[in-house]
T-cell receptor
Framework: QQKVQQSPESLIVPEGGMASLNCTSSDRNVDYFWWYRQHSGKSPKMLMSIFSNGEKEEGRFTVHLNKASLHTSLHIRDSQPSDSALYLC????????????FGQGTSLSVVP | EAAVTQSPRNKVTVTGGNVTLSCRQTNSHNYMYWYRQDTGHGLRLIHYSYGAGNLQIGDVPDGYKATRTTQEDFFLLLELASPSQTSLYFC?????????????FGPGTRLTVL
């Protein structure tokens, strides 16, 4: 059983649309969340991190975190074909920022 | 941008064979990691290290050994390779403190065990 669950497994959105990705940890001993993006054939790269309850925005990307439910979501507005990628959510406990547990990923396709 | 290199990029071996995957980072990062990536499982941590001579067990360590010889170099050893170890292997590194915990990944090594 994956300790970090992501949904949906795959998502298709039209160019210019909004993509919403979800991630929940079943391990209550986590406190910090990261979102990584992996384009096809490439290595993962960190997109955003969030450590506190609430919302964080960077350009077209917004991340929400609810620590009580251990749920985070990533929203991409004005989606572009270049956003098509595998999005990986990761969580870590406060005692060990370095030890990440990744979810299985959401595959996003943005179609013209 | 942080630089992490891996070698070889592709490797084919037979069941029972010995394989060593190499990783080097040139960013003076303390932490280095070995992951495997399989469809439906995301990234799974095999071993990691916070400095030369240190080794920490990850979440899927069975069948793997690792050694950190210097600040820059981290090796993953498969001494009796099995087909279940066919996978895409990523090495990563990170610093400590705030955003320094961001992990930087190498280009990956695709391993096939026949």
């Amino acid at each position: 059983q994956q300790k970090v669950q992501q949904s949906p497994e795959s998502l298709i959105v039209p160019e210019g649309g909004m993509a919403s990705l979800n991630c929940t940890s079943s391990d209550r001993n986590v406190d910090y969340f990261w979102w990584y993006r992996q384009h096809s054939g490439k290595s993962p790269k960190m997109l955003m991190s969030i450590f506190s309850n609430g919302e964080k925005e960077e350009g077209r990307f917004t991340v929400h975190l609810n620590k009580a439910s251990l749920h985070t979501s990533l929203h991409i507005r004005d989606s572009q074909p270049s956003d098509s990628a595998l999005y990986l959510c990761a969580a870590s406990p406060p005692s060990s920022f370095s030890k990440l547990v990744f979810g299985q990923g959401t595959s996003l396709s943005v179609v013209p | 941008e942080a630089a992490v290199t891996q070698s070889p990029r592709n490797k084919v071996t037979v069941t029972g064979g010995n394989v060593t995957l190499s990783c080097r980072q040139t960013n003076s990062h303390n932490y280095m990691y070995w992951y495997r990536q399989d469809t439906g499982h995301g990234l799974r941590l095999i071993h990691y290290s916070y400095g030369a001579g240190n080794l920490q067990i990850g979440d899927v360590p069975d069948g793997y050994k690792a050694t950190r010889t210097t600040q820059e170099d981290f090796f993953l050893l498969l001494e009796l390779a099995s087909p279940s170890q066919t996978s895409l292997y990523f090495c990563a590194s990170s610093g400590t403190g705030g955003d320094s915990y961001e992990q930087y990944f190498g280009p990956g090594t695709r391993l096939t065990v026949l």
